[in-house]
């Protein structure tokens, strides 16, 4: 649904009246708290060219402009974000070293894996960055499927044919193709990667037929024909893909599933590190660069205290623990 004038201006109002809250709080605070560091590292756990490595990127030049230090991104992939998960994990606790992470490396991992961090217990949350639907999408020269049932009818019809592309074992990628399996009585073997960006490649290469992405990365290919989106996650359909319905809309009920992601600190990390920490990437998040991102990929503006993330993560664990239970997931 298209704005009017006047609630674009308002809306603009607001966003300005946001920045310039959280602008005071952060000079409050800083002059109180300072990082006793020289650059503040945020760890993406997966390759570049996924939506954990974009999102890292949107939010590091705001956040190095307001906590006056350079906000570097460094790539950690493997074993599924659990190699940078856990580096993070034991990083010294001053807010020099973040994560940016997602329900796969913080809640559903810990699932799957014999662990040696939980990172339930080894970070502690500092703001959410980015709630974010799926697409379920296909190689159109590889599959001549339009709709999910059209899909089922192929998996269906050749139950060895067809293989489904994840970013890793355990990841929301991962468990929604299992969750096909599972509700339909179909098969379909998982490719893992090590991370969403080689899936894709893969996928549009025609090396893998099927796969759900996060709009984020997937639009682009969408518009240039090289992938066809066939539903998405959502429990609406989503702006940026209108006439694409939702999976719930074409037959699998209550399959809704958001991937989000948000910025993490090693446990023991002080308090007004991680007050300090949390205002620089609200004030990021309300940037008019993220804003108009952020709207690109479906995401609502998610933005708050670290507390609530705190809440909103001890309330999504076992949600996904039921998901992997009900999936039938296992590490490949």
Same mark, same amino acid.
């Given at each position: ?126 703001? =959410? ?48 193709? =299992? ?38 990365? +997937? ?21 940026? +893909? ?6 719930? =809309? ?34 990021? +998040? ?47």
């Amino acid at each position: 649904m298209k704005q009017t004038r006047l609630q674009r201006n308002a809306k603009k109002c607001w966003q300005a009246t946001v920045l310039a809250a959280i602008a005071m709080m952060i000079g409050g605070t800083a002059g109180a708290q300072k990082l006793d560091c020289n650059s503040v590292i945020i760890v993406s756990p997966y390759p570049p060219g996924g939506t954990t490595d974009i999102l890292a990127r949107m939010l590091s030049p705001s956040m190095q402009e307001h906590l006056g230090v350079p906000v570097i991104v460094d790539n950690k992939p493997g074993a599924s974000s659990n190699i940078g998960t856990e580096f993070v994990g034991r990083a010294k606790p001053d807010g020099c070293t973040l994560l940016l992470g997602n329900n796969t490396g913080v809640v559903i991992n810990r699932n799957l894996y014999n662990l040696r961090l939980d990172p339930m217990k080894s970070l502690v949350p500092i703001a =959410e960055v980015a709630a974010v639907p799926l697409v379920l999408y296909v190689n159109p020269k590889a599959m001549s499927a339009t709709t999910p049932a059209e899909l089922l009818d192929a998996l269906k019809k050749d139950p060895q044919k067809y293989s489904f592309a994840s970013g890793g074992s355990g990841s929301p990628q991962h468990l929604a193709g =299992e969750m096909i399996k599972q509700s339909k009585s179909v098969e379909m073997l998982h490719v893992p990667y090590r991370g969403q960006g080689p899936a894709l490649s893969d996928v549009i290469a025609g090396h893998v037929p099927i796969a759900f992405e996060t709009t984020t990365v +997937l639009l682009p290919h969408v518009k240039s024909g090289a992938v066809r989106p066939l539903a998405t996650t959502s429990q609406n359909r989503i702006e940026v +893909l209108p006439d694409v319905p939702t999976m719930v =809309e074409s037959g699998f009920p209550d399959f809704v599933i958001e991937n989000w992601y948000g910025v993490f600190a090693p446990s023991e990390t002080p308090r007004p590190v991680v007050e300090l920490l949390n205002k620089a990437v609200n004030l990021a +998040l309300h940037s008019p660069r993220a804003v108009e991102a952020l709207q690109k990929m479906g995401s609502s503006d998610v933005s708050g205290s670290a507390q609530q993330f705190t809440d909103f993560i001890a309330k999504e664990a076992p949600v996904w623990t039921d998901v992997v239970q009900k999936s039938g997931a296992k590490v490949d």
